[in-house]
């Protein structure tokens, strides 16, 4: 071996692979016998027939080949007879990193139908820890890693914006239930329950977080919600940075401690439950005080001691669950949700396989923040979309914010027309509101009728006119007024002809793209405070926006969007409360559930 | 009894022997110098068993085929898997009863028992040669070593089929053959994929702790309905 010809990051991935060899991944490495057994376990084998270098073994070959080459004795004498290679270029790196990263989502489907034990997942994990600390990873991984290491939480969401959807979603519940207790407490100090969630229910999902106060409202609880340490989502699990992982997770454990509070309860997401129950205590050293508890077990608690009363008949819809990796394969989180279904919902079918032996949504691991792997994630999601169909079920239910992606991409993109809910979502729609809570009737405002945004206007700025039109439509039906812009230089125009509520504006378009549009805004005097929401299908250029001298943009969306995403989001933006939502919501449609 | 047979009996296989353990102790010491992931968390999920019983669950993985997915679906690999095995555990005895308890051969059956264990186990060794060629899946995941340890084995089992009746009447290069072929395997084995049983221990005792400790150990078998 040449170390002279070696490249610099290819010597640190080898120098740095020592500290990752405890016993157990030591062991992991050395263990396999190329059996072939885990072949059919990955849903990458089932959706690309005949490609054998989506094999979990030949993956982990790809791994296993350095590993051997520096630290296996016949790896290390006669390489070519264990396939054993060291890695000498950025090239060979970038190939690892397309193995690791776009062709695994760290499932553990496949350590789990190994004979021999091996956790191929956890040194997928480890191998792209190593690539991270080089600085080659997919840019997505890059970006929302930078948002959690400088902002403290994977979205990036600004404090403010955190505070003031916490502080909408409150007067929303103040209203809903007539009651000024009925609020989200921020900051309690010494409460039962410290309630920490994924940013993405700030920023997509508002619904989950409101749902979820509901619940403790009545349920009588004493539960807060800090203001900042809030985020309990990891992205050190996925890009396999254990320091990250280890900040993360002190950053949240500091805060509960801080408060005083007794039981940190952490909201459906299977990765953030990983990662902050079992993983990140590991990571960061530290030995926490305090418990902690999936959401899904502190409704599943209120509902057994007669806090909170339920009636499944409210959910009428078929409803199947699906179980999330982390939740079933790596923390036995399977039984609990099985059991609040039954109690919530009225028809609920099982997935085949499910818990344990359940397919990836293929979303997870951070794959939905690789764009560049987007069709192959899709494609492998054919596994996932034919055990969704085979349900007949209407709605599918996951304990996973990952998988509420990962699972509506691939029922668009496999037109399986079915919705996705989470627990927290069918508990709420159960609820059977006491009577001593006084709930005030709904009066239906004159607003209201001609829908949620009427009287507000929106500039819709992109080039794709497909998309255009339908973002459009959607707003024209809740009763903004639209102006519509195709290029850059036709949506300052408008802007400054019409003075807009709200612009949404692209990032890539050809010609004056959507970054120099953003810029030209902010720097207009005239124009510099109108509200701006960034709608992009390449979530990982949002650097180009974000990394700029101005006020950030007050709303991000990634394409593909929906309704309910994108009004929720306008309304957050132009801060519109319920009271000027439809009847429907209040009254009918949202108690009616599914 | 010719000397050179006696020699591969007996010296040859002592040397080899001590050879084999020598670099065993080698390899465990530098495991064991590796420190352990120490797992923090308080135990979760519903149903887990104590961190020892998940370790026994997981140790005794390989002999519950209805416990993984891959092995209920591919139960005729498994048959395999176990005459393949039940096979090397025959050869390996037949190996120390010629030399130190040839008597043990001469009641009656056992020597067609052995012959039957260590015929199929041959047959099997057959298929599993065919099956690495000729599934592109396993060319792709195979190395040298692969190959040339499954027809090391495979021929190893023929010669032990062979030397079972401990007869040298016809000739004494069956059981010639058969014991160099051992020697040889325990000096090649610590080096080559074969040693993979010195790791499962380590690797099956990791992951049933750290599973038991998560609730997933024992594995709940999916269920086709609700309820």
Known sequence: MNNSSRSYKAQRVIDRMDKKLNRQMLTSLLACVHCGMCTDACHYVLANPG????????????????????????????????????LYTDEELEELKDTVFGKCTNCRRCTLNCPMGVDYATFNRMARGLLVSVGIMPEGVAVVSKDQWEIGNQMGVLKEDYIDTLEWLSDELEEEFGDPRARIPIDLENAN??????????????????????????????????????????????????????????????????????????????????????????????????????SVITMLRYISEGRITVDKSKNQSPVTFHDSCNNARSCGLTEEPRQLLNLVVEDF?????????????????????????????????????????????????????????????????????????????????????PEVVAVPSVEIPEVAAAGVLAGHSVLVVDDEPDFVVYVSTLLEDNGAAVHRAFSGEEALRLAAEHQPDLITLDISMPGMSGQEVFERLREDKSLREVPICIITGQPELRKLIYDRPHRAPEGFLSKPIDEEQLILNVRKVLKIPHEKESPKTESSEAKKGV | MSELLHFSEHTLQEAALLFMGAVYVTRLYWITRRKAGRERQAPTGTGSLDPKGSIVYSWANVAM??????????????????????????????????????????????????????????????????????????RAISSPDDYF???????????????????????????????????????????????????????????GKTLGRRGVYPVRKARQHAG
């Open chain 2, 149 to 207: 340890s499954l027809v090391l084995l495979t021929a190893w089992f023929a010669f032990a089929f062979l030397a079972v009746p401990n007869d040298t009447s016809g000739g004494e290069w069956p059981l010639l053959t058969f014991f160099l072929l051992t020697a040889f395997f325990l000096v090649y084995v610590p080096f080559s994929k074969i040693s993979h049983y010195l790791y499962y221990p380590f690797t099956r005792y990791y992951l």
């Open chain 1, 51 to 86: 490609d054998p270098t989506y094999a979990p073994s030949y993956k982990a070959d790809q791994i296993r080949k350095f590993f051997k080459r520096h630290y296996d004795w016949t790896g290390r004498v006669l390489p070519w007879w264990v396939k054993a290679k060291s």
């Open chain 1, 193 to 294: 329950i410290v309630y920490s969630i994924n940013p993405r229910e700030v920023k997509y999902d508002p619904r989950t977080i409101s749902d979820a106060a509901r619940i403790f409202y009545l349920a009588g609880e004493s539960w807060t919600m800090p203001s900042e340490g809030w985020d309990m989502t990891n992205f050190g699990l996925f890009s396999g940075d254990d320091d990250l992982g280890g900040a993360v997770g002190r950053r949240l454990f500091e805060k509960v401690s801080e408060l005083g509070g007794k039981k940190l309860v952490i909201s459906e997401c299977g990765h953030g439950y990983r990662s902050t129950r079992c993983e990140a205590q590991n990571w960061a050293g530290w030995d926490v005080d305090f418990e902690m508890e999936s």
């Open chain 1, 349 to 433: 079918r099982e997935m085949y396989p499910n818990r344990a032996e359940n397919y990836c949504c293929t979303g997870g691991g951070g794959a939905m923040s690789m764009s560049e792997y987007t069709p192959r994630r899709l494609k492998s999601a054919k596994i996932k979309a034919d055990q969704l169909k085979a349900t007949g079920a209407e709605y599918v239910c996951t304990s996973c914010h990952n998988c509420v992606d990962g699972l509506t991409d691939l029922i668009r993109h496999y037109k399986l027309g079915m919705k996705v809910t989470q627990l927290v979502n069918l508990v709420a729609e159960a609820l059977v509101v």
């Open chain 2, 65 to 138: 085929p209805w416990s993984m997915e891959s092995t209920r679906r591919k139960w005729f690999l498994y048959v395999q898997f176990v005459a393949f095995h039940l096979g090397v555990v025959a050869a390996i005895g037949l190996s120390f009863v010629i030399p130190y308890g040839p008597g043990i051969l001469e009641t009656p059956g056992v020597v067609p028992v052995l012959q039957i264990v260590i015929g199929a186990a041959f047959l099997v060794g057959v298929g599993r040669i065919i099956r690495r060629i000729a599934s592109k899946y396993m």
